[in-house]
């Protein structure tokens, strides 16, 4: 199968700079994961315009934890101030709020948070937006593992039943299609853990701007070149398969 010119339904976004960014005005970090905030903003309204369905964006790794505490600590922060300012705005645009990554070793009171933004957009529809905290790839894969091997071990399931679709079910992003497009601001030629699994075939967009610097024509922009890519999916565009 061989795709082109269309627009990405799910396009998830690995938000790198912000730390550069503050550093390039002799400001401090948290400067940069502030106006990385606005960033994102201006990224969820500009989305359902360009016809994005399914927004991901990786707002604190399962790796982040190795950052100075205050860092954490300020991150930790700006995530509550995130879902307490604009929770009412999203809500009310129609966004659904979804939340990837392992709950289990956050803060309750950002556990609560975190469940109150899910339980009171489930309904909405004009845009998923998946927020990817204390996430990693390899965690989550192997959370889904555990997960499987449990339900076979209790006679749910056969080993056989595991397939590559049982398996995207089980892992937290359970209901959302594999993202057609990925991108990365900040220079950085690396996915750094971020959906490993669902990456197997997206399309990847690596922008040299700062995350705070991001802007609703960024976002056109990689949409557009998406358009021109020539997608295979292991097979053969229509021009080279002999007629
Ligand atoms: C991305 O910006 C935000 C998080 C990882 C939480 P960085 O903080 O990684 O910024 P740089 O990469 O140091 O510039
Ligand atoms: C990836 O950025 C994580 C997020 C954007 C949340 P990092 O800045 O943590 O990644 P590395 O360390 O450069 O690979
Ligand atoms: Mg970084």
């Not at 289990?104 to 998946?130: D, F, H, M, V, Y």
């Not at 853990?193 to 802007?215: K, T, V």
Request: charge should be neutral.
């Amino acid at each position: 199968m061989t795709t082109y010119g269309a627009t990405p339904a799910h396009v998830a976004i690995i938000m790198d700079g912000n730390g550069r960014w503050a550093k390039a005005r002799g400001l401090p970090r948290l400067a940069g994961h502030r106006a990385g905030v606005e960033a994102l903003r201006r990224t969820v309204r500009a989305a359902p315009g360009l016809g994005i369905a399914y927004l991901t964006v990786y707002a604190f790794s399962s790796e982040n934890w190795s950052r100075p505490q205050s860092e954490v600590s300020d991150l930790m922060g700006l995530l509550k101030i995130f879902i307490r300012r604009d929770l009412a705005e999203l809500h009310q645009n129609g966004v659904k709020v979804v939340v990837i990554g392992d709950r289990a070793t956050l803060q309750p009171e950002i556990r609560s948070l975190l469940e109150e933004a899910e339980l009171l957009t489930a309904g909405n529809g004009a845009l998923t937006l998946a927020i990817a905290f204390n996430y990693g790839g390899r965690d989550e894969i192997a959370r889904a593992a555990r997960k499987l091997a449990l339900s076979v071990a209790r006679g749910e399931i056969d080993p056989e039943d595991i397939t590559p679709a049982a398996f995207s079910s089980a892992l937290d992003t359970a209901g959302i299609p594999d993202p057609e497009l990925v991108i990365r601001t900040s220079g950085e030629l690396r996915l750094s853990n971020f959906l490993l699994w669902q990456a197997a075939y997206s399309e990847l967009a690596f922008l040299p701007c700062y995350w705070p610097d991001f802007s609703a024509d960024h976002l056109a922009e990689a949409v557009r070149e998406f358009g021109r890519r020539e997608r295979r999916f292991g097979g053969l565009a229509p021009q080279d398969v002999a007629l």
